[in-house]
Nanobody, 121 residues
Framework: QVQLEESGGGLVQAGGSLRLSCAASGGIFSINVMGWYRQAPGKQRELVAHIYSGGSTNYADSVKGRFTIARDMAKNTVNLQMNSLKPEDTAVYYC???????????????WGQGTQVTVSS
């Protein structure tokens, strides 16, 4: 059973930085995509950034130039370095992975439980 463990959320003042980490474990054969979504109160969940197995990345326009996603393929971890944080970045951040489980013929999507990021003005 694939599991995702997130860490690194918290409270920070505007202009500050936080680093989120997510480790995937449990019966993984390969990982295609790792990334982060976020959901603010009263809003839909939105993509923040993701990174493909080949290393290419995508970012939401709202975080380009401020956030950096990186992946450690050997450890099946993904990190999100968030700099110059703004109050509008306040949300629950969810790690997600598209992975091929061992013994399976098709990839599946997995989600973490979410970690709260709060940016005060």
């Amino acid at each position: 059973q694939v599991q995702l463990e997130e860490s690194g959320g918290g409270l920070v003042q505007a202009g500050g930085s936080l680093r989120l980490s997510c480790a995937a474990s449990g019966g993984i054969f390969s990982i295609n995509v790792m990334g982060w979504y976020r959901q603010a109160p009263g809003k839909q969940r939105e993509l923040v950034a993701h990174i493909y197995s080949g290393g290419s990345t995508n970012y939401a326009d709202s975080v380009k130039g401020r956030f950096t996603i990186a992946r450690d393929m050997a450890k099946n971890t993904v990190n999100l370095q968030m700099n110059s944080l703004k109050p509008e970045d306040t949300a629950v951040y969810y790690c997600y992975v598209i992975a091929l489980p061992r013994g399976s013929l098709s990839s599946r999507e997995y989600w973490g439980q979410g970690t709260q990021v709060t940016v005060s003005s």
